[in-house]
């Protein structure tokens, strides 16, 4: 099974990674940017565990691990059975 | 109109950042996790633009400026119209 985990900053915190690809993509001319913000993705191959069992150990794995709750919030998706 | 764009390592490039987050895993028992490949989310807050614009711009910026197309992949897509 393969799942997907979206980690980015919570909304009421400062992104400056985002704001200079946004600086830099209005320098490059791409005026419709309005706004940027960047994180981090990983996608986990998990083996020999049941739908139910992914529910459960994904979330654990994301908050322990893969993100920062204080600052941080995640998504996740099962992108492959 | 909110974009959302992945970009992670080409599959035959070696992810170091993925490998340590997988020993971490599985070094607190999460030994389900076979394998992890970290990558990078942008989303987009794009305005003023029409969706047949957008089909050529985010591709155009991904290439330019948010992936590294020798070493890296991307793909995109529209979360909120």
């Given at each position: 099974?393969?799942?997907?985990?979206?980690?980015?900053?919570?909304?009421?915190?400062?992104d400056?990674q985002g704001q200079?690809v946004k600086?830099?993509?209005?320098?490059?001319?791409?005026?419709?940017?309005?706004?940027v913000r960047q994180?981090?993705?990983?996608?986990?191959?998990?083996?020999?565990?049941?739908?139910?069992?992914?529910?459960?150990?994904?979330?654990?794995?994301?908050?322990?691990?893969?993100?920062?709750?204080?600052?941080?919030?995640?998504?996740?998706?099962?992108?492959?059975?």
């Amino acid at each position: 099974m393969k799942v997907r985990i979206l980690v980015s900053f919570k909304d009421s915190v400062l992104d400056p990674q985002g704001q200079t690809v946004k600086n830099a993509l209005h320098t490059l001319g791409y005026a419709a940017v309005k706004d940027v913000r960047q994180g981090k993705v990983f996608e986990l191959d998990l083996a020999g565990i049941s739908r139910a069992e992914a529910d459960r150990l994904v979330p654990e794995m994301a908050g322990k691990v893969l993100a920062n709750p204080i600052i941080e919030k995640f998504t996740w998706q099962i992108v492959e059975e």
